[in-house]
C-alpha cells in the first residue's frame, strides 16, 4: 500500500473515513473498535470541526498536530489546554491561551 499523505486528522475526519470504509466492506477489529469509539465521543460536525481548525490556524504558533488535538478534545479552561500544551515544545501567552479558548468555546 502506498502513502498517498500523511497529516493529523480530526477525530470527526476518522469517523467519516472509517463509516465509509464500513459501507464498502466489513472492518476488521481494530477499525471497528476505533470506528465505536469514535462514533461515542465526536461531538462536531464535519463542517464545525473544519471551521474549527481553520480558525485555530489563525494562531501562528499552533503546529498542525495541535490544532487537530484541540479540535477533538476541546478544552474548556486553561487547566485542560495546558494539559495538551505540555506535550509540545511552544509558548503562548495569557491572550493567546484566552484567544484559544474563546474559538474553541463557539464549536461546543
Known sequence: MEVKEERPITWTEAKDILEKKE???ELGYVQQNA???LRKFTTLKPKEAQDLVTE???IEKLKDSLIVQIANL???NEDELRQLLQHEVVSLSEEEI???LSIVSKFR
Open 56 to 58: 485555530l490556524s489563525g
Open 23 to 25: 459501507k464498502s466492506r
Open 74 to 76: 476541546l478544552p474548556k
Open 98 to 100: 484566552k484567544n484559544i
Open 35 to 37: 470506528l465505536d469509539y
